[in-house]
């Protein structure tokens, strides 16, 4: 595997469920990212972590739970979301999330909420 | 607030030259960003422009303005499988990305 993976690539759930979303990097990269990609709206930053710490979070609500146990995997906990909260959620690496250059990005997890 | 501005949609013809321009207001400036998607694809790194003036990487050129707080991206010798979302971000004072809504380019025949 190269480049910035992320499983599953569609999910669809109910507001009672819980899931996690994975991404891996294969790149060696410091920093990992979770952004929210809603239809015609700016790219959503959500979490930043950088050498493992998370250094980022931009008031997201507390039924997402980011979890990084290492540099190379990234995790987002989901439980009791709501429908408004269906979009695509992207992973992304950057050498360093402190200066961040060019971010590679991962295919996004498409997420239903029913 | 921070806001960066670009359009929604623009149609061009095969083999033309299209421009998509970029507006920003944002707290600092560190660099600015060019991105393309596909559709349902992940954002791909087109371009990066930190000093003012023209990028030219193959089909594809980048210009900065900071005085205007003002990008483009310029796509020459159009072909289809340009037609996809591209996307603007700039980094601010605090080294975070700050991005557009993206432009949706349709190429027809």
């Known amino acids: 595997e190269t480049g910035v993976t992320q499983t599953p690539r569609h999910l669809v759930m109910g507001m009672t469920n819980k899931k996690s979303l994975k991404c891996e990097q294969h790149?060696?990269?410091?920093?990992m990212y979770w952004y929210k990609q809603s239809a015609k709206k700016p790219l959503e930053l959500m979490f930043v972590?950088?050498?493992?710490?998370?250094?980022e979070n931009n008031s997201v609500p507390s039924r997402f739970s980011p979890e990084c146990p290492n540099s190379s995997h990234l995790f987002l906990h989901l439980h009791t979301l709501q429908p408004e909260d269906s979009a695509l959620y992207l992973c992304?690496?950057?050498?360093?999330?402190?200066?961040?250059?060019?971010?590679?990005f991962g295919p996004g997890t498409r997420l239903t909420v029913l | 607030g921070q806001n960066i501005d670009q359009p929604t949609e623009m149609t061009a013809t095969e083999g033309a030259i299209v421009q998509i321009n970029c507006t920003y207001q944002?707290?600092?400036?560190?660099?600015l960003f060019w991105y393309q998607q596909h559709a349902g694809e992940a954002p791909t790194f087109l371009s990066y422009?930190?000093l003012d003036g023209l990028e030219e990487k193959g089909r594809f050129s980048s210009f900065l303005s900071r005085s205007k707080g003002y990008s483009y991206l310029l796509l020459k010798e159009l072909q289809m499988k340009d037609s996809a979302s591209y996307l603007c971000?700039?980094?601010?004072?605090?080294?975070?990305?700050?991005w557009g809504a993206g432009t949706k380019l349709i190429i027809k025949p």
């Open positions: 992304a690496s950057s050498q360093d999330g402190a200066d961040p250059k060019e971010q590679f």
């Open positions: 971000a700039v980094v601010d004072s605090n080294y975070q990305l700050i």
């Open positions: 790149l060696g990269h410091n920093a």
């Open positions: 972590y950088n050498f493992k710490e998370q250094t």
């Open positions: 944002t707290s600092g400036f560190n660099g």
């Open positions: 422009n930190v």
